[in-house]
């Protein structure tokens, strides 16, 4: 099972689109506080529509309180300040695949600590970023491609 970690999301629709490639795919979707919404926001579960039974969720207080329920694990940081594309990594299973809210990114201090597990995707020069639950479809659906696809059809 690969992990999808959420820091601090602000836009409840693209956390319950991504709460719904988490169900359809079989990852576990952890997210971490301050949201920016309620988990009981319409917007929300309507973008995750039916999935939310399918969903394993998990809430964290900080980064560092998922870095440390998970010491053992490998992160990969999705950055657009990251050398390395996500397409060059090797995934493995329980790997945490790491995104930053909508307006910010994931913030220096982490960025700074854990430089060497950042990732991007590339895109076009004078752009910003893609949307946040493209995003993690894009990085998710590479890790899950490079292990055979794993209890998917």
Known sequence: MFH???????????????????????????????????????HLRRAGLDYWKDLTLYEHESFAAVEAAYPQARFFLATTHAARSYAQVSYRDGDFLVFGK???????AILSRRADDGIRIPMGRDQRSLNLSNAVAVVLYEALRQNGFPGLQ
């Not at 909508?102 to 220096?108: H, I, P, R, S, V």
Request: charged fraction near 15%; aromatic fraction near 2%; charge should be negative.
């Open 102 to 108: 909508e307006t910010a990114g994931l913030g220096q």
């Open 4 to 42: 999808i970690v959420l820091v601090e999301p602000e836009i409840p629709q693209n956390t319950g689109n991504i709460s719904r490639t988490c169900a359809v795919t079989g990852a576990a979707l952890h997210l971490v506080h301050p949201l920016g919404f309620s988990l009981d926001e319409k």
